[in-house]
């Protein structure tokens, strides 16, 4: 085993003192059938995954949906679907006093459309439930600014998006996503939303991200648990290619064999 | 009596607790949560919190999403 594999595998990824092998998050929505959320999930090797709060039906006995995730699993509740900091605050503490944990993915909402994070809102948000003693991982814009005051915020890890939700674009601004690691190397970056194929997570992760958080890029794949094996390849291959260090880019070629001795 | 349960009128018969309603209600008490008048209410607490005229209710349990997928629907109002 090479020393950057060594490195790799003794590697955790660490969220306010809990340590995780895998560096991928993912979501529960958007699968046809539990099973193949179920399978997906497993395939992954992702030891987190993110839950929405809802409202209970109250016209029909629901059963629970966290019967169908593995126990094993990490479970990231999130304020999905909140346009406000106070909805997301409620939200927050509704999910702790539920599942008994302090993480919280803290997504405020600003636009229908785009789902852009409303920034103002999810500092103001992050403020408060750091203050009441939640472990705090924040949606938002991939701006450096807004990235040091939720960390002065108290927030654990900071989640910056690579692309609107859902969209799978990939990584829209790679200098945004460098720039934040190399001005917060001690920040714990998680990549969420907007990937749509393994290039783009390796992309994410050859930036400095410390993991990515993702949904719709595994849930919408025709196959769901190979997109899943390849998620996680991808994430690996990514996290080595940071360690490693790349080699810089050059506008012209750079002969790899030795010049001299070419016969004449 | 009337109560507000996740936005919708309910008319309760005398004054029931937190408890009782969830009983009546039919919910797995197991991975649900409970607001009343915007206030999280700890599962300890339910048995001894009677509930009063034009209380609002919230019941929130758990769903698949991700990154926002269900934007339409805000989880309380």
Known sequence: M????ARVSNEKLIIAGREFSSRLIIGTGKYRSYDQMRSAHEASGAEMVTVAVRRVPLDRSSESFLDYLSPSLQILPNTAGCYTAEDAVR??????????TDLVKLEV???????FPDNEQTLEAARVLVKEGFVVLPYF????????????????????????????????????????????????????????????????????????LMNTAIAEAEDPGKMA???????????????????????????????????? | MKVFVNGEGRELSGTPSLAELITQLELPAARIAVELNR????????????LNEDDRIEIVHFVGGGVDVYSNSSCVE
């Open chain 1, 109 to 115: 909402i600003g636009d229908q459309t785009t789902l």
């Open chain 1, 141 to 212: 814009s991939d701006d450096l600014i807004m990235a040091k005051k939720l960390l002065d915020a108290g927030c654990a890890a900071i989640m910056p998006l690579a692309a609107p939700i859902g969209s799978g674009l990939g990584v829209q601004n790679p200098a945004n996503l460098r720039i934040m690691r190399e001005q917060l190397p001690d920040a714990t970056i998680i990549v969420d939303a907007g990937v749509g194929t393994a290039s783009d997570a390796a992309i994410a992760m050859e930036l400095g991200a410390d993991g990515v």
């Open chain 1, 91 to 100: 939200t927050a503490r509704l999910a702790r006093e539920a599942l008994q």
């Open chain 1, 229 to 264: 094996t390849a998620m996680k390849l991808a994430i690996e291959a990514g996290r080595l290619a940071y360690l490693a260090g790349r080699m810089p880019k050059r506008l012209y070629a750079s002969a790899s064999s030795p010049l001299q001795g070419v016969i004449k």
């Open chain 2, 39 to 50: 206030e999280v209410v700890r599962r300890d607490d339910w048995s001894s919190t009677m």
């Open chain 1, 2 to 5: 090479s020393t950057a594999t």
